[in-house]
């Protein structure tokens, strides 16, 4: 005869065995929207406009890198397309790689300080 305890000790095994299953598939349902989101929240720097303080938020970019855009920027006239951004000093092409997709080249007036 099964007893009352041995049942209910096997309705809470299988219940704990279930909700992992559970929350895994709701977390994956969740990880889409969350990664779509982030994507979208990624805010694209105009080379052509950004100050200092813009451009340090960048990956790889402190404020010695950041000057240096400004120095380029103003020297040259501008930034004509992103790739120009492997003439500054310091940024090499793995550093433009990841940089890519977060900058902008846009004419624009020209930023405080140029």
Same mark, same amino acid.
């Given at each position: ?13 299988? $219940?704990? $065995? ?97």
């Amino acid at each position: 005869m099964i007893r009352f305890r041995n049942v209910a000790a096997l309705v809470v095994c299988g $219940l704990a $065995l279930a909700m992992p299953t559970v929350v895994g598939a709701q977390a994956e349902q969740q990880s889409p929207q969350v990664s779509a989101s982030a994507a979208g929240a990624k805010a694209t720097v105009n080379l052509n406009a950004a100050t200092v303080d813009q451009l340090v938020t960048l990956p790889g970019i402190g404020p010695k890198t950041a000057e240096r855009i400004i120095e380029y920027r103003t020297k040259s006239g501008g930034f004509k397309r992103v790739e120009d951004l492997m003439n500054v000093k310091g940024i090499g092409e793995k550093s433009f790689l990841k940089l890519k997709p977060l900058v902008v080249v846009k004419a624009s007036e020209k930023a405080p300080g140029d």
